[in-house]
């Protein structure tokens, strides 16, 4: 009993320190990006290493670099029935695969966007996700218009972001 007390301590303990989605949702998104990843891996080898998918409230952005149109399309297509899914963004370019610095720079290029926007007034910050990808800035989660608007314009201020896309679900 002390140890189910615990885990639901633990458990609610969780969903205040990252926003508000409920545990469930967590879950599910992490189930639809696990889905997505195998569902990706077999529509094409091509497509190994180069894509990623993260899913928010069954929101599921895809983004990396592939080939040609084809294999982009192919990726989109790939994940378009995974389950749970309420909406696909697909951010696919088509370029050549990026290097080890670039990939670096851009998990850097996410940690000063993060606390960017840890230390910005009216924005809750554990209800965002931050995706990076070439320099472009990915902006994921259920805010308000005005906190994305805040959100969007710290984010603008962070050295190396060459561009920002929202993929925000709007509340109230």
Known sequence: MALAMLVL????????????RSTGTKIDDEFIERVARKEIRSADDRLRGNVRVVSYNGILLVTG??????LRQAAENAVANVKKV?????EIVVAGRPGFLLRTNDRYLAAKVKTKL?????????????VTEDGVV???????????ERAVA??????????IVKVFEYQG
């Open 86 to 90: 309420r909406q696909v963004h697909n």
């Open 9 to 20: 301590a633990l458990g609610s303990g969780c969903t205040a320190l990252s926003g508000d």
């Open 138 to 148: 990915f902006l994921m989660g259920v805010i308000d218009r005005d906190a994305a």
């Open 65 to 70: 670099q592939v080939e040609d149109e084809a």
């Open 154 to 163: 710290a984010a603008r201020t962070v050295s190396g972001v060459r561009k």
């Open 118 to 130: 840890i230390g910005t007034e009216d924005v809750d910050s554990t209800r965002i996700k931050v």
